[in-house]
């Protein structure tokens, strides 16, 4: 193994997100289920733009887990985002988060499933799937 390679890689940690732009929304999150949120708006980014001000409430590692794998049957949209997210802590649980005492193999599979996950979460016409077979009309 070329320990030079993995000096320069970081670690892999599960984090859940939620933005909103009403606060009430973010406390609510935080009274039910920890974790922490923040307001969202840094002057450089917003400035001059006519938006309202958003907030980001977050839960990280096993938290985070624990509310996608419970959460998992209510998902109607980003339900795969939330299995891949389980499969990734339950990949960290098995030790050390980081590096350390893992072989590539496992850090190739922590990569492949981090990509899945960048790749559902891309904006834009690539990440959306195409539907196969027939669809229904919506009337």
Not at 21 to 26: G, I, P
Not at 77 to 103: R, V
Request: proline share 4%; charged share 25%; aromatic share 12%.
């Amino acid at each position: 193994m070329n320990t030079q390679k993995w000096k320069n890689r970081r670690g892999f940690y599960l984090r859940v997100t939620v933005a909103n732009t009403d606060v009430r929304l973010m406390v609510w999150l935080k009274e039910r289920f920890g974790g922490t949120f923040k307001d969202a708006n840094t002057a450089k980014y917003y400035e001059g733009k006519n938006w309202k001000r958003a907030y980001h409430w977050g839960a990280s590692s096993t938290r985070a887990a624990w509310l996608l794998y419970n959460c998992l049957p209510y998902f109607v949209i980003k339900g795969e985002q939330a299995e891949i997210g389980i499969q990734l802590q339950d990949s960290l649980s098995l030790g050390t988060p980081g590096l350390l005492g893992h072989s590539e193999k496992v850090w190739n599979e922590r990569a492949a499933l981090k990509q899945r996950l960048l790749t559902l979460k891309s904006k834009g016409i690539r990440g959306i799937p195409v539907p196969s077979g027939p669809t229904a009309k919506v009337s």
